[in-house]
């Protein structure tokens, strides 16, 4: 089992086996800021997203999902209930367990409302897509969540890769962006990543009012990228690519353009994290140079 299960099912261990849905995801929430802030060795278990009720993890929920399937949790509308009787926290690093046990002596008595509120004071971005922030803040407490909302007032190109990070910290980078369109210039939009198949990517990203396209036809078969373990066959693959597909693509090359005239902020995306290993950046560059287009814009890798 994924030692990042461990954690949810210590935390509801703590707290009698059974926690509502909206003060689990604020308690996981603080936890992982807990261990941000002690510098805590290792990758964090979980990322965030600004949602309907404030910080909300889609790869937390997967999780809990796949544990009701293995019968180890139960979930009714409201709640999650530990059914599985392992001892978990006796299987928790010493880090990780008086992190947790922090979290439940400072916000156990909290409600769901309640810590909803601390979550918005403390960190006001995370409350910026909230349903519930006009109903529990203050004029002056809006004020700042408001202040935290990203607002671009250029119109600017970029490109992301999602090799290395959580579904959460991606989606993160195009909200804090402000980035009004991704648009996913992979051949074959699938992953065994959770949540960076075509389905699932852009149901996520219409959750955070991001809209999604895919332009397969500027992408590259993943049968032309085997092998590639030299600058060279980097260089020669891109080349290849420059020359063959882009010349052929000059038409989804405008509508890409046009797209970015149209919502100012767009984003490409593909896997890679480093910019020089993937067709993105040549694609950037080709619709920055399109003819009599004009391009005034900036182009930026995020």
């Known amino acids: 089992m994924f030692y990042r299960r ?7 261990q703590l707290f009698d086996g059974q926690v509502d849905k909206i003060r689990l995801q ?24 600004p949602y309907k009720f404030g910080c909300y993890s889609y790869s937390a929920n997967a999780d809990m999902t796949a544990m009701v399937k293995r019968k180890m949790l139960n979930e009714d509308k409201k709640s999650f209930e ?17 992190l947790l046990q922090e979290v439940k002596a400072n916000y156990g008595n909290m409600s769901a409302t309640a810590l909803m509120k601390h979550t918005y004071l403390n960190f006001p971005f995370y409350a910026i897509r909230s349903e519930a922030a006009e109903k529990i803040l203050s004029k002056v407490e809006l004020e700042e969540v408001t202040k935290a909302k990203p607002n671009g007032n ?10 290395g990070i959580s579904l959460e910290e991606y989606l993160v980078r195009l909200l804090k962006n402000d980035v009004k369109v991704l648009v996913d210039v992979r051949n074959n939009p699938l992953s065994m ?3 960076f198949s075509k389905t699932q990517l852009k149901k996520f990203c219409e959750s955070l009012g991001i809209k999604y396209l895919h332009f397969p036809e500027v ?3 993943s049968t032309q990228r085997q092998a590639l373990n030299t600058p060279s066959d980097y260089e020669n693959l891109f080349a290849n690519y420059r020359t063959i597909n882009l010349s052929r693509t000059s038409d989804t090359q405008i509508e890409i353009l046009n797209l970015l005239k149209q919502y100012y902020r767009i984003a490409l995306t593909c896997f890679e994290a480093n910019i020089c290993q993937c067709h ?18 900036e182009v930026k890798h995020i």
């Open 219 to 221: 992408g590259i078969p």
């Open 26 to 49: 604020k308690l996981l929430f603080l936890f992982c800021q807990q261990q941000n802030r002690v510098g805590s060795a290792g990758q964090r278990y979980y990322d965030f997203i």
């Open 280 to 297: 993105r950046k040549h694609l950037a560059e080709a619709i920055s140079q399109l003819d009599g287009t004009g391009f005034e814009y």
């Open 154 to 163: 250029k119109t600017v190109l970029f490109t992301i890769g999602y090799e």
């Open 82 to 98: 530990k059914t599985d009787p392992i001892d978990y926290l006796k299987q928790l690093k010493s880090d990780d367990l008086k």
């Open 6 to 12: 461990k954690i949810i099912l210590s935390l509801l």
């Open 193 to 195: 990543k959770y949540g």
